[in-house]
């Protein structure tokens, strides 16, 4: 399970890290002059860089004055020149003058000489940390997050997981200060958070039916989904694992409707030493599960598993049969079972069959020949319900307990 995924999702991680540091050459140098810019705005310069600039500003004033005045003179008046004053004394030089000169203090020269040190510290800090970081536009996310979208959808995965896929990613990478080098390690480690919170908390279902069981016997569970989809070797797996755990178990072939369903459910029951509560073909399915849970109460039985017919979730006849027999049985448990391969149609068939009888938890059946997996990672996101075990093959054996941990490791994206 998960192969072709595992595959995609590390493909695509990869080239999503990789374009991430690759951002615009002229987006990289803006953002690197701003960066410069800011830093060697936080203080002052030193004094002595203060002075000379300021005398530049002063000879710039100067010059076009003498010039005005020079113009206004007699062409041919000798002009008088003055002694010239010692360089150092050059009130327009913007050479750093030596400090006794320029009237500064020894005190002061040290206190500019180390604030000028820290200044081109600063500037050699703001350039590193251009080079060596970078950061995500929302555009460019989008850009970047497109080829993630494309590969989650080939692989089944849920509209809605992806939405909130996406909505982690953004969240932790746009705008964000990235070290370059860590992209890739960032990115796994968002997707491996956002995957375990896509799965709701469940609980050991043996474990529940036991508790139900000691309380008021018999626990009754009712199991629902369409034809096809694994619902009636689901159920003898789930006798036989309740058998293991030394419980007493009935079945009640409540599934009337399909052609040679209730023969089916004989040969499992007869294999597993279980009792089938059975009537005929055409029969009410809700006197089916009444009369299995009278039985068990008179027998001591510690669990009833109720079979129904499958049923598209679109068919409202066979959806209001469905809701009678959960009135009339009022289940302790209604597990839907869905076919883990079929991807998108399963979960929108599991939040259907919420929505009309209000399930407590997912099966998914033939999980080992479904490589996608995006059933698995959406249907207890969308459904708000936990997946309590995988169908892992047809022995009777075949019934792994869920685990979100085991999900996320399948998926490459273990810590």
């Known amino acids: 399970m998960f192969g072709f995924l595992k595959k995609k999702l590390g493909e695509v991680i990869s080239r999503f890290s990789e374009k991430a540091r690759e951002e615009p050459e002229e987006e990289a140098k803006k953002e690197q002059v701003k960066v410069i810019e800011k830093k060697a ?35 041919k008046e000798e002009i008088r020149e003055e002694p010239k004053k010692p360089k150092s004394a050059q009130v327009g030089s913007s050479r750093l003058c ?16 180390q604030r000028l040190g ?42 809605e997981a992806i939405d909130k896929i996406k909505a982690d990613l953004k969240g932790s990478l746009v705008e964000k200060p990235l070290q370059r080098g860590k992209i890739e390690e960032t990115i796994r480690k968002t997707l491996r958070g956002s995957v375990e919170d896509l799965f709701t908390s469940g609980y050991d279902l043996k474990e529940k039916v036991k508790e139900i069981a000691a309380e008021k016997k018999p626990a009754k569970l009712m199991f629902v989904g369409i034809n096809g989809s694994g619902k009636t070797t689901t159920i003898a797996k789930m006798a036989k694992m309740l058998q293991d755990s030394k419980l007493k ?21 007869d294999k597993l030493g279980v009792k089938l509560i059975k009537h005929d073909y055409g029969a009410d399915p809700a006197a089916v599960a009444f009369d299995a849970i009278k ?14 017919a499958g049923r598209l979730h679109s068919n409202v006849n066979l959806m209001a049969e469905m809701e009678k027999v959960a009135r009339v049985a009022k289940p302790d448990m209604k ?22 009888i209000g399930i407590d938890g997912i099966i998914l059946a033939k ?12 249907v207890s996101y969308v459904t708000k319900k936990p997946i309590f ?21 399948s998926l490459g994206l273990a810590a």
């Open 41 to 75: 705005e936080e203080k002052p310069l030193p004094k002595p860089v203060q002075a000379a600039r300021k005398a530049d500003e002063v000879k710039a004033e100067v010059k076009p004055r003498e010039k005005e005045k020079e113009e206004k003179k007699d062409a």
């Open 98 to 113: 030596n400090p006794a000169e320029a009237g500064f203090a020894a005190a002061d020269w040290a206190q500019s000489s």
């Open 118 to 159: 820290g200044f081109f510290e600063r500037i050699t800090s703001a350039v590193t940390e251009a080079v060596t970081t970078t950061k995500i536009s929302e555009t460019r996310f989008e850009e970047l997050f497109r080829d993630l979208e494309i590969t989650l959808l080939e692989n089944n995965v849920a509209v």
């Open 249 to 269: 178990v009935a079945i009640a072939a409540s599934d009337t409707f399909r052609a040679a369903a209730i023969h089916q459910l004989q040969e499992h029951a």
């Open 295 to 308: 039985y068990a109460e008179a027998h001591g039985i510690d669990a009833v598993l109720i079979d129904t």
């Open 335 to 356: 597990i839907f079972v869905g076919e883990a391969i079929t991807g998108n149609d399963c979960v929108e068939q599991a939040r259907k069959f919420n929505e009309a």
């Open 367 to 378: 999980a080992d020949v479904d490589e996608k997996g995006g059933a698995a990672i959406s």
């Open 389 to 409: 075990y995988l169908g892992t093959g047809q022995g009777y054996n075949d019934l792994a307990p869920f685990s979100a941990e085991a999900v996320v490791e």
